[in-house]
Nanobody, 114 residues
């Protein structure tokens, strides 16, 4: 089983930047991919960015060119650098890992004011 702990959310103005972090513990050697999802009020949870064990990255079209997912050398921490933030990026951001089953962090609020 994998446990995920997120940090780094907050309030920022339009055009600002934030960096989210997520550290995994437990059975991290079985993790095939880690990523970030977000859920705005009244909306479904959606993929923001994901990085595979081999380093392949995937981004939602809405964040391409603005967000960057990366990880540390131990592959137990992923980061989401968010630049040029927009009000529509406001959501609760969830860290996710997949090793055959999904594991989720507790979520961190990101609010972008206009």
């Amino acid at each position: 089983q994998v446990q995920l702990v997120e940090s780094g959310g907050g309030l920022v103005q339009t055009g600002g930047s934030l960096r989210l972090s997520c550290t995994a513990s437990g059975n991290i050697f079985s993790i095939a991919a880690m990523g970030w999802y977000r859920q705005a009020p009244g909306s479904e949870r959606e993929l923001v960015a994901r990085i595979s064990h081999g380093g392949t990255t995937t981004y939602a079209d809405s964040v391409k060119g603005r967000f960057t997912i990366s990880r540390n050398s131990a592959k137990d921490t992923v980061y989401l650098q968010m630049n040029s933030l927009k009000p529509e990026d406001t959501a609760v951001y969830y860290c996710n890992s997949w090793d055959g089953i999904d594991s989720w962090g507790q979520g961190t609020q990101v609010t972008v004011s206009s």
